[in-house]
């Protein structure tokens, strides 16, 4: 399950980058509040973003300790970082959702351009 999730977080990362730079946009961090207002907060707010990759990153090393059952340590740093990676989780959702539909639009433009050619 946690391997699903990682790869949700680069496939949706990745997509989010190729639709951007395929529309123009100068850098994938250049995110509208009309797109989205939780990835312009991501993406806008330097704090949030760097706050929110190391607590998601510390839950994957919660998790691996938890699993090991090292100390109380892994246990109590998996439910203090469990809500930020959840917003994490539900943030790469949002943003594959966006990315495919810049994609999905910018598919139907150029499909629009052929025919009329």
Not at 36 to 48: C, D, G, P, Q, W
Not at 61 to 77: K, P, Q
């Amino acid at each position: 399950m946690l391997l699903l999730l990682v790869s949700l977080d680069l496939t949706s990362h990745y997509m989010h980058m190729y639709a951007m730079t395929t529309s123009g946009s100068a850098s994938h961090k250049n995110v509208d509040a009309k797109q989205s207002k939780i990835l312009n907060l991501y993406y806008t707010n330097r704090k949030v973003l760097f706050g929110v990759c190391l607590v998601n990153e510390l839950f994957y090393v919660a998790v691996y300790l938890h699993s090991f059952n090292f100390f109380w340590l892994g246990t109590v740093l998996v439910f203090v970082s469990a809500p930020v990676w959840f917003f994490k989780q539900v943030a790469n959702v949002i943003q594959l959702r966006a990315a495919a539909l810049i994609m999905i639009k910018l598919d139907a433009a150029d499909k629009s351009k052929r025919k009329a050619e």
